[in-house]
């Protein structure tokens, strides 16, 4: 069984930060790509950002330079830095691992930019 823990959402100020943070575990083997994706109200879940084994990373346009994805292999740990963050990256926040044998989701963490 696979889980995957996400931490480190809340509420925060227009032009706040956060960092959330996804750690995998259980019987979860040969670890490739690691994103995270968000689902604001009345939207479809879009891709945030994205980072292969060997480093390689993509984002959507919107979050392209205030975010920042990193993950560290050793802890099965990928992380989402966000910074700048405006209105319109509220949404729930949801980590996604592909991995040998599937592909696997996070419970969500709420992230709320609001004054």
């Known amino acids: 069984q696979v889980q995957l823990v996400e931490s480190g959402g809340g509420l925060v100020q227009p032009g706040g930060s956060l960092r959330l943070s996804c750690t995998a575990s259980?019987?979860?083997?040969?670890?490739?790509?690691m994103g995270w994706y968000r689902q604001a109200p009345g939207k479809e879940r879009e891709l945030v950002a994205r980072i292969t084994s060997g480093g390689s990373t993509n984002y959507a346009d919107s979050v392209k330079g205030r975010l920042t994805i990193s993950r560290d292999n050793a802890k099965n740990t990928v992380y989402l830095q966000m910074s700048s963050l405006i209105p319109e990256d509220t949404g729930v926040y949801y980590c996604?691992?592909?991995?040998?044998?599937?592909?696997?989701w996070g419970q969500g963490t709420q992230v709320t930019v609001s004054s």
């Open positions: 259980g019987s979860i083997f040969s670890i490739d790509a």
């Open positions: 996604n691992v592909a991995a040998l044998f599937g592909d696997y």
